[in-house]
């Protein structure tokens, strides 16, 4: 969804280098999130922000920080990369209307090779 | 935080009906249930969403029986360009929300 934007789409980069991906989305969306895609695994969760000021640990965030800077700018920082977080990282935005409508909608991923 | 279950690939011709279920035994009472699409190199997308009984958009439609342990995601006659992943999640209504993605269903359609 080109509402959704994520930076870099490709990264390649060495052991105990710090890394930071960025997500930007113009969908006015108050909810953010980062997820990482490993073959077989499906989607995991890392973190989540309800708003600026909220920030959530997601089913996997040890290794990784985020950072909420707006309410469009949502950036995950891996602090020393290690191989075991090669992956394709997908933010998503999703605007929570109190009901059922949740939808996500997705960027298109950064893909991640830590060497 | 309900957990899902997949079935990790399905084959299927044009034209024909697929039928996916995904297993979530212990779903919660306010959880709903959605299904995505994921082509390579792309984000998920949303397909349907839904809470109990059926629900049917343009492009699928959802059962969900009255035990809510399962769901089934229906694609009607569908075509080569509908070979991707499916995942289906449980969401939960509440303020702190929990996602978990599956590790989802491959379907290919054959010619």
């Known amino acids: 969804d080109a509402d959704v934007t994520q930076t870099p789409r490709n990264r390649i980069t060495k052991t105990g280098k710090r890394i930071m991906l960025e997500c930007s989305q113009t969908?006015?969306?108050?909810?953010m999130y980062w997820y990482r895609q490993d073959p077989g695994l499906g989607l995991r969760l890392i973190y989540y922000s309800f708003d600026v000021k909220d920030i959530n640990k997601g089913e996997i965030s040890d290794g990784y920080s985020v950072s909420r800077q707006a309410q469009a700018k949502f950036s995950l920082s891996l602090e020393s990369a290690i191989p075991n977080q090669t992956a394709l990282y997908f933010c998503a935005t999703s605007d929570f209307t109190g009901g059922a409508e949740d939808t996500q909608y997705f960027g298109p991923g950064t893909r991640l090779t830590v060497l | 935080l309900a957990k899902t279950t997949q079935p990790i690939s399905m084959d299927s011709y044009e034209g024909q009906e697929v039928n996916i279920t995904c297993s979530h035994n212990n779903i919660a009472t306010n959880d709903y249930i959605t299904w995505y699409q994921q082509f390579p190199s792309q984000g998920p997308r949303f397909i349907i969403q839904?809470?109990?009984t059926k629900v049917t958009n343009e492009v699928a439609s959802l059962f969900i029986p009255a035990d809510r342990k399962s769901s089934t995601l229906s694609l009607p006659r569908v075509s080569l360009s509908d070979t991707a992943v499916y995942y289906c999640l449980t969401i939960s209504s509440g303020s702190a929300r929990q996602l978990t993605f599956g590790s989802g269903t491959q379907l290919t359609v054959l010619p």
């Open positions: 969908k006015g969306h108050d909810r």
């Open positions: 839904g809470y109990k």
